[in-house]
Structures are given as structure tokens and as C-alpha cells.
């Protein structure tokens, strides 16, 4: 368990605050095991604290290069000594790593999983306390599923998804524009399909309602869905849509969904996945010291044939 959570961000973490709690468990529980276990935790945690102490701030490292290895404790224990007094190996044993799991089946479709791990190493940087734990799990997992929905429906062939799929027809002079709900009744329908309880038009979130909304544990995740048809730009987004979008983010972690339904007309064509995928952050509005993260996709519509190119 304890390699398992060293293979991922954040994963010392999220160990020492289990190993805090239980160590200070109240022995309520009428369990005989439950002193035995809190007694190692305690020594195990006054190990990986001295461990630390020990080996300055970049510690984890040797411990991250070594995890998923079918190694013993013991020579796990020593290797990470000895790594430890060799920051060059152990920087070359990390590229080893990251090769390792970049080269490890995301997507079937190239595209979608190189915009994943993109967007993913993104989210690292741009928002470290809040992308997490259990939470950037949850991400991880939506999140793929909407790339694969933008991708589907970047490719699909006009009128071959019927009355469900019309909002993404090439418009008319004059006609009405296609509304968000319907975009979100499809989005939801397939989020559903790969096995997410998303829920749509959720009240009582951040003062207001949000439109698609889901909570695999104990975070809910959102998304807020606009559509546009005047500038498809992730700046134009930001200061149109980002203040509403951010403001569902008001008592969980500072990330969520932004996603946009791209009417503008489009005499070159569409653009690819990697262009439909952006990760912005922004001040926290009211004086929230925290920074807020959103997770931008552009869901193409308003399609020409490639004929009429």
C-alpha cells in the first residue's frame, strides 16, 4: 500500500495524514486489533517523519523512483539510502519512470491520450494543493471520458446522431441557435453510459445552480455548460464565463469544468482535440486568497462538410 501511494502525486501526503489520524484514534471501537494497529502506525510514522528529517526536502524522490518495483522493504529501505546520496541517478531513475508511464495505453486514439496527459500535467502545476488524493483521481477518470466525448463528436458525421445530436448542425442564416441543455442532455446521457451518476440542472450549489454535476465520493465535481458564437478564444471564455464557472467551486476543492459549445462559423474547418482543451487559473474572487482552476473544453458545433470547404 505504502508503494502505491508513492507512485502517485501527492501520495506521501495523503499517507501521512491517514497515519496522523490513526494514531490518534479514540479507542471507541470495542476492536482488540485497534491499539496493535495504532501502535505501528505511530512507529511508522515517526519513521517516514525521521526519513524525511534526513533526507532534506527532495526525499520522496528515491522512494517515487523505486515504487511499483517488486522489491523487499529491506532493500527498498537501502536502495532509497543510497539513491538518496546520489540525486543524478535518482533524477535519470525518475525520467525512467515518467517514460515508463507515458508509454502506458491511456486511449485507444493517440490524440485524446496525449491532450490527458497534457491537461493532467498541467493541472500539477497550475494547481498542486487542490488537484489531489482521491479528488485528482475523480478528475482524472471524468476527465478522460470528456475527451473522448469531444472527440466523438468532433468526428461525427452531421445527422448521424439524429434529433439527439442536432445542436451540432450547421445553422442557417437566422435560425435559432441550439441551447445549452441540449448539449447537456447528451453529455449526460453519455457520462451515464460509461458508468458516472452525473446529475443535471443541481440546485443549492454555490448560491445557484450548476448544470451537470457529480460526486463519486465525498467532493462534487462540476461542470458548467455555455454556448458562443462570437469569439472562440480562451480569453474571450475566461472573461465571459470563467466568474460564473468558478463560483460553484465555493466549498470543495478549486477545480472544476468549463464546457463551451463553439457555434461560431467556420469556413476552414474544425479544429483538432489539442485545440479544444485548455486549463486556466484565476484569482479567487471576494478576496479568496485561493486561486481557482478550470478545465476548459470547446465542443465544436455550427459543422461544415468537408465538401463545402
Keep these: 500500500m505504502e508503494q502505491s501511494l508513492l507512485a502517485r502525486e501527492g501520495g506521501l501526503a495523503l499517507l501521512d495524514q ?28 515517526e519513521s517516514l517523519t525521521a526519513g524525511r528529517q534526513a533526507l532534506g526536502p527532495k526525499a520522496d524522490s528515491p522512494a517515487t523512483a523505486l515504487a511499483g518495483l517488486p522489491l523487499h522493504p529491506d532493500d527498498a529501505e537501502r536502495l532509497s539510502g543510497y539513491l538518496a546520496t546520489a540525486p543524478e541517478l535518482t533524477e535519470r531513475l525518475a525520467s ?3 517514460a515508463r508511464q507515458a508509454q502506458e495505453s491511456v486511449d485507444e486514439i493517440p490524440v485524446v491520450a496525449a491532450a490527458y496527459r497534457k ?20 478528475i482524472d477518470r471524468i476527465l478522460l471520458f470528456l ?5 466523438l463528436r468532433l468526428n461525427e458525421t452531421q445527422k448521424f446522431g439524429g434529433d439527439a445530436r442536432k445542436y451540432l448542425r450547421r445553422l442557417k442564416k437566422d435560425e435559432d441557435k441550439p441551447l445549452e441543455k441540449e448539449l447537456g442532455r447528451d453529455l449526460r446521457d453519455f457520462l451515464r453510459g460509461q458508468g458516472l451518476r452525473v446529475e443535471l440542472e443541481v440546485s443549492n450549489v454555490g448560491a445557484g445552480r450548476v448544470d451537470i454535476a457529480w460526486r463519486p465520493n465525498d467532493e462534487l465535481i462540476t461542470l458548467e455548460l455555455k454556448r458562443d458564437w462570437a469569439n472562440p478564444a480562451w480569453d474571450a471564455y475566461t472573461k465571459a464565463f470563467l466568474p460564473q464557472a468558478i463560483a460553484y467551486q465555493v466549498n470543495g ?14 469556413p476552414d474547418g474544425l479544429a483538432a482535440v489539442p485545440a479544444c482543451v485548455h486549463v486556466r487559473t484565476v484569482p479567487g474572487p471576494a478576496g479568496d486568497p485561493r486561486p481557482r482552476t478550470v478545465i476548459m473544453l470547446r465542443i465544436q458545433g455550427n459543422k461544415r462538410d468537408p465538401h463545402e470547404l
Design 253 to 266: 476543492p478549486p477545480v472544476n469544468f468549463l464546457v463551451v459549445l463553439d457555434l461560431t462559423d467556420k
Design 96 to 98: 525512467m519512470w515518467e
Design 119 to 138: 491537461t493532467r500535467t498541467e493541472l500539477r502545476q497550475q494547481c498542486p494543493d487542490g488537484y489531489t488524493g482521491q479528488f485528482a483521481a475523480d
Design 18 to 45: 491517514w497515519l496522523a489520524e490513526l494514531s490518534t484514534a479514540p479507542e471507541t471501537d470495542q476492536d482488540p486489533t485497534t491499539p496493535i494497529v495504532r501502535e505501528q502506525a505511530i512507529a511508522l510514522r
Design 147 to 151: 475527451l473522448r466525448f469531444l472527440d
